[in-house]
């Protein structure tokens, strides 16, 4: 592995906005765009070096764009199943899954990604 490889930072849209009790069931697709603007702005902290973000969404929130800095992807079926197929065909790229469900943390750690919190993200 080389230092010129980005971490690819996975990040599970509907787990990290559902972490905080702050009305983002009222407007899904919203609050999704607001944690991509956050992530486009202040990346990840703690995080030196160059890294690619992807941002996961589904349900209400598919259809929110990529912006500078952040890809989003729209789920066509389960957000939990895509991340773990962006882990998978990540080939050399070191992965770090960003979310709270312990079944999808399991199956990212078993193909050797590292897993975070949501406050990894998250304004302090």
Do not use: F, K, Q, Y
């Not at 971490?7 to 919203?30: F, Q, T």
């Not at 992530?39 to 500078?68: C, F, H, K, N, W």
């Not at 989003?72 to 199943?81: K, N």
Request: one cysteine or more.
């Amino acid at each position: 592995m080389t230092e010129n490889v980005p971490l690819l930072v996975i990040v599970d849209a509907a787990n990290v906005v559902g972490s905080v009790p702050d009305g983002w069931w009222r407007d899904r697709r919203g609050a999704a765009e607001r944690l991509r603007d956050r992530l486009a702005a202040d990346g990840v902290p703690g995080r030196t070096g160059p890294v690619e973000i992807v941002l996961v969404v589904e349900g209400a929130a598919r259809g929110v764009e990529s912006v500078p800095g952040v890809r989003v992807e729209s789920a066509a079926g389960s957000g939990d199943d895509h991340m773990v197929d962006l882990v998978a065909r990540a080939d050399c790229h070191p992965c770090l899954v960003v979310t709270a469900d312990r079944e999808l943390r399991r199956r990212v750690g078993e193909l050797g990604a590292e897993v975070a919190g949501p406050r990894t993200v998250r304004p302090r």
